[in-house]
């Protein structure tokens, strides 16, 4: 199965070719095609709905199916944010990570817990919708630790007292967000090729 992946973020390009690719499914930049993807505005209220905004713009652009993913931190002390405006939270990574720092120690409140969510959506010619979501709880940390990762990787800790960033590949795609909708998205895709396999398909 062949998909235009709609995202011009050359680490998150990387990570969901890097999960989705042993899942048999062949997916390609439209740069990689030689199109180009002007940045959609999200103006969607959730993750869900940035994800929609961004693969049909794709999927109408290049004519192929498309898959996008909306993801963010969803802090408890601060009431959910960055939550969808993550990305925009400030310009450059480590701006995101001082300022939401910064803010929770002005919460004055002692709890860390914090969640990372992803909803990916894709979008078919046919006019077919697929939506799979996945999340991972964590705390969020005093201090950045690690090298990997991207955006608030540094400070985002999961189970063994990691931080997303100390997480070899294939350790952060076992348990991350994005690897967990991912792999909901693989149980869909083949429950959908099932359902359009020809009688004769289904005995062979």
């Not at 192929?64 to 400030?90: E, T």
């Not at 149980?187 to 099932?194: E, P, R, S, T």
Request: charged content about 25%; overall charge negative; hydrophobic content about 35%.
């Amino acid at each position: 199965m062949f998909f235009v992946l709609a995202s011009n973020n050359p680490k998150k390009t990387a990570e969901l070719q890097r999960i989705l690719t042993p899942l048999g499914i062949t997916v390609k930049t439209a740069a990689q095609l030689g199109i180009t993807l002007e940045d959609v505005e999200e103006t969607g209220e959730t993750f869900r709905e940035n994800a929609e905004l961004k693969a049909r713009a794709a999927m109408q652009r290049t004519g192929f199916p498309a898959i996008a993913d909306d993801s963010g931190l969803m802090v408890a002390a601060l009431g959910g944010r960055p939550g969808v405006y993550s990305a925009r939270y400030a310009p450059t990574d480590e701006a995101k990570i001082q300022k939401l720092l910064g803010e929770l120690m002005e919460t004055g409140s002692s709890d860390r817990s914090a969640e990372f969510v992803c909803e990916i959506c894709c979008c078919f010619p046919d006019g077919r919708t697929m939506y799979a979501r996945g999340a991972c709880p964590g705390t969020i940390g005093f201090a950045p630790r690690g090298n990997g990762g991207f955006g608030y990787d540094p400070i985002f800790f999961v189970e063994g007292n990691k931080t997303f960033a100390e997480l070899s590949d294939s350790q952060k795609d076992a348990m991350s967000h994005r690897g967990r909708a991912l792999r909901e998205l693989k149980q869909l895709l083949i429950a959908m090729m099932k359902e359009t396999e020809t009688p004769n398909q289904q005995e062979e």
